[in-house]
């Protein structure tokens, strides 16, 4: 009796639906109180872009004393830098800090063979744009406190006849504002000079002489003319923030105009503004790297594009009455980082574009939430790599497994042996990307050892039972829900809402409740018997 008076209480259904709605209603009823009630704003809300700086460095030493220098960003009004770390192994690092500018320097004493130099950082940078008045004069900069910015310089040949008449052809009548100067200037050498892509050094003069330059030439040209025209200017060196690998700083020019330092970009047509992804490293006519003579070396910039929650929206909500929900600083308080709560947040999602992949579309997959997790640890790799790691890890890991077969090995050891192979895959992978360059490849042993294993023995099981077909087929259909996970997990838009709004997992909860009651036909299923069910329906 008592059991079917709990069956009428708890019907299954009744209970499912519940569930269902709380799920939908509930997070979208915080987010609701979010903006309306306590008047948050949404832009507020949402996280802002951050770059994930890696400099690399390489040196082949023969057994004498290296050193190496570089200039390092700095925190000013326009950018933010945190979260910076060096791993120089044999290498001892100093700092040198001044009003404009941080030089690094690396040493070390009898260095022999190959070494390698990280430091990474996190930047945060603003758009800055300046409005100059039209009816502004040209002002008379005080010589001796700006002497440094109006004198000429190796690379800035204020006085060479050249630039005398450039700057006639491109200003006849002297008598003209600021802002006409100004936009004279940069309008000829966006226009007239024309844009190389080269890292060779270019001074002003060669620059105008060949009508073509790169950055620095251009960059050179435009202060010696700002320079010969009484207006105090600096060249400024730094990296322009772009997802991937590069080995190119980028410079450009400052004006001192009415007490402020206003950029203009010429080689990329930015007037009186720097955008948000340039990097300031450096201010001057500087070499970005410097190093003893004789040794091989090499760099590079790996910038990975992420986001972080605003700083003062963190503030706000730490003393207000949604506490709760301010996930950010309770995790903070246990050494998570805001980079891993987000791939937490994600790897959900890509669980769920995994079974969509299997409960809807009919694929066969290694594993039900493998791609969601080689999707997230291909967040380092790039997608590409990390296809190519997954596939190469299953491929000497399956072919080791069928020796140890072979060998009539027991279950357990032969698995641990099965680990311990992918991990020797994994870190001779690493070494051989550093090897050829290939920096996004050796970060593939972020996968998922453990998992990797037991999908390469699942591999080689299925293709001794099954064939070979059968195992690529799987295969193939694996790497595209990965692909599918990456671009998902991927979207700055999506990582946005769930950093903001971490309540709308609830949602993917209440998406997962309805696909486990999906009884309808998948589509690999309806692709297979098509020509069936159309001669039933005629």
Same mark, same amino acid.
């Given at each position: ?41 949404? =832009? ?40 910076? /770390? !060096? ?28 070494? !390698? ?8 940078? #603003? ?7 039209? *009816? ?11 002497? %440094?910015?109006?004198?000429?310089? @190796? #690379? ?7 630039? %005398?008449?450039?700057?006639? %052809? ?38 105008? $002489? ?62 009186? /503004? ?23 070396? &090499? ?33 903070? &308080?246990?050494?998570?980082? &805001? ?24 694929? /066969? ?11 997230? =640890?291909?967040? %380092? ?58 920096? *996004?490849? @050796? ?40 692909? @599918? ?24 909860? =209440? ?5 486990? $009651? ?21």
């Amino acid at each position: 009796m008592p059991a079917i008076w709990m069956k009428k209480i708890f019907n299954r259904n009744k209970v499912f639906l519940a569930l269902f709605a709380v799920t939908v209603i509930l997070p979208f009823a915080i987010m609701g109180y979010k903006l309306v009630v306590l008047d948050y704003a949404l =832009a507020g809300l949402m996280p802002v872009v951050s770059h994930r700086v890696e400099l690399s460095m390489v040196v082949h030493g023969h057994g004498d004393d290296i050193s190496i220098s570089t200039y390092l960003p700095k925190t000013d009004s326009r950018q933010k830098i945190t979260d910076e /770390e !060096n791993s120089s192994g044999a290498f001892t690092m100093a700092l040198q800090s001044g009003p404009d500018n941080r030089l690094a320097t690396w040493n070390a004493e009898s260095v022999s063979g190959e070494h !390698n130099i990280r430091y990474t950082f996190s930047a945060q940078a #603003g758009h800055v744009q300046y409005r100059i008045p039209p *009816d502004m004069p040209i002002p008379k900069a005080d010589a001796r406190k700006m002497a %440094e910015y109006l004198a000429e310089e @190796a #690379g800035t040949q204020v006085n060479d006849p050249l630039i %005398e008449k450039t700057l006639n %052809e491109i200003l006849p009548d002297r008598e003209v504002t600021l802002l006409e100067a100004l936009t004279g200037i940069h309008r000829y050498l966006q226009d007239s000079v024309k844009n190389k892509t080269f890292s060779g050094y270019t001074d002003a003069v060669t620059a105008l $002489k060949l009508g073509e330059a790169s950055c620095n030439g251009k960059s050179r040209a435009f202060s010696a003319m700002l320079r010969k025209l009484n207006i105090p200017s600096r060249l400024v060196g730094g990296l322009i923030l772009q997802q991937g690998s590069k080995r190119v700083g980028h410079q450009w020019v400052e004006a001192y105009i009415n007490g402020h330092w206003v950029p203009f970009d010429t080689i990329n047509d930015h007037f009186a /503004e720097i955008p948000s992804n340039y990097l300031t490293l450096y201010y001057g006519d500087l070499v970005l790297f410097k190093h003893t003579t004789n040794v091989n070396f &090499q760099y590079f910039f790996k910038i990975t594009k992420r986001l972080v929650p605003r700083l003062e929206t963190q503030e706000t909500l730490g003393n207000s009455m949604l506490n709760i929900f301010n996930i950010y600083s309770v995790f903070e &308080q246990v050494g998570i980082s &805001q980079n891993l709560l987000k791939i937490m947040l994600m790897i959900p999602l890509g669980a769920l574009v995994t079974v969509v992949f299997r409960n809807v579309i009919g694929l /066969e997959t290694f594993g039900t939430f493998l791609p969601a997790l080689i999707a997230a =640890a291909a967040r %380092e790799t790039g997608l590409l790599w990390g296809v190519v790691g997954f596939v190469m890890v299953i491929l000497v890991s399956a072919l080791a497994r069928k020796v140890l077969d072979w060998l009539h090995l027991l279950h357990s050891p032969k698995m641990a042996i099965m680990l311990t192979t992918v991990v020797v895959v994994m870190l001779s992978t690493t070494v051989a990307g550093v090897r050829l360059g290939l920096f *996004d490849l @050796a970060h593939i042993t972020l996968f998922p050892i453990a998992i990797m294993a037991i999908t390469a023995e699942r591999f080689a099981i299925l293709e001794t039972e099954q064939g070979i077909k059968k195992a690529a087929m799987i295969t193939l259909a694996t790497i595209v829900v990965i692909s @599918a996970c990456y671009a998902v997990m991927d979207s700055l838009f999506l990582q946005s809402m769930f950093l903001a709004f971490p309540e709308l997992l609830l949602v993917v909860i =209440a998406i997962n409740m309805w696909l486990g $009651k999906w009884i309808g036909m998948r589509l690999m299923e309806f692709i297979r018997f098509r020509r069936l069910i159309f001669r039933q329906n005629t």
